[in-house]
């Protein structure tokens, strides 16, 4: 059977939602309604976790893109449930707030479906808790793997084409202004320029990216990969000639043999 046949017939149970912050979260971004070209309005963000049948003792948070504006809440987030779960992941889905202003509101919600996954851990088999992002979802991953505490600290990041810096020079511009602004302090631009955040206390990285990536240049994930190399973090860097942005789990991605194959290897070594 062919690889692209078997992707498609791969199937995932229905998720187990989560409401992260069922008494109220503890900041707000200011929207109340979903306006008309405005960004998403994520009334209660929320878990999907789709618990393995056959646990390898590893789990997922998964954020997907969206220009911190919107959520790829399908190629980069719930598509590929059944694949991880093939390989004995608990996989989920993390429906985040936007900024809208509020430049921590998503890292809240990141840490705090980190902190509920861990709570569960017990009940879904799992020692090891990874964080996982596509496009802009990539620097929330980032973020939240090099802005932690002991209760919040990832085991392992995967980054699809991630945007990793603010940087004006090589930055997305479109999520930089969504999460601080048209004119933001340097402190600010700085503390969320990731790869100036890594420490030898970052987790380990799988990054992918191609290298016509006209939407989030590749320096980004160069960059980070010899931030992390620097502070001796074990790092894995993909970059694939042709695929653009966006590609996530779909399968007109003519790589994505490579990097699931690849990827499957990784949490494998890692996971020993």
Wanted: charged share 20%.
């Amino acid at each position: 059977m062919s690889f692209i046949m078997l992707s498609s017939i791969l199937c995932a149970q229905k998720p187990i939602e989560i409401k992260l912050w069922p008494d109220g979260a503890p900041n707000d971004n200011g929207i109340k309604e979903q306006k008309e070209n405005g960004p998403i309005y994520v009334a209660e963000p929320t878990l999907y976790v789709y618990p393995a049948e056959n646990p390898n003792g590893m789990a997922i948070v998964a954020c997907p893109g969206g220009g911190y504006y919107h959520l790829a809440t399908a190629h980069e987030g719930h598509d590929m449930a059944a694949w991880f779960n093939s390989l004995g992941i608990t996989y989920s889905v993390l429906i985040y707030r936007m900024p809208n202003g509020n430049n921590e509101v998503p890292l809240s919600d990141a840490h705090q479906a980190i902190r509920i996954m861990r709570e569960k851990a017990q009940e879904w088999n799992f020692s090891k808790l990874g964080i996982m992002g596509s496009s802009a979802g990539g620097h929330l991953a980032s973020t939240a793997a090099t802005h932690f505490d002991e209760s919040t600290r990832p085991d392992f990041q995967i980054l699809f084409y991630p945007v990793i810096t603010m940087d004006k020079r090589y930055t997305h511009m479109g999520s930089r202004n969504n999460l601080l602004g048209n004119n933001p302090d340097e402190k600010l631009v700085d503390k969320y320029c990731n790869e100036k955040q890594v420490t030898p206390q970052t987790p380990p990285a799988f990054i992918m990216h191609s290298s016509d990536d006209k939407t989030v240049p590749v320096e980004n994930s160069i960059n980070y990969y010899m931030s992390l190399v620097k502070n001796g973090v074990p790092a894995s860097l993909h970059t694939y000639p042709i695929g653009g942005h966006g590609w996530g789990f779909r399968d007109n991605f003519i790589y994505k043999r490579q990097w699931t194959g690849e990827l499957e290897k990784w949490l494998r070594e890692i996971n020993k």
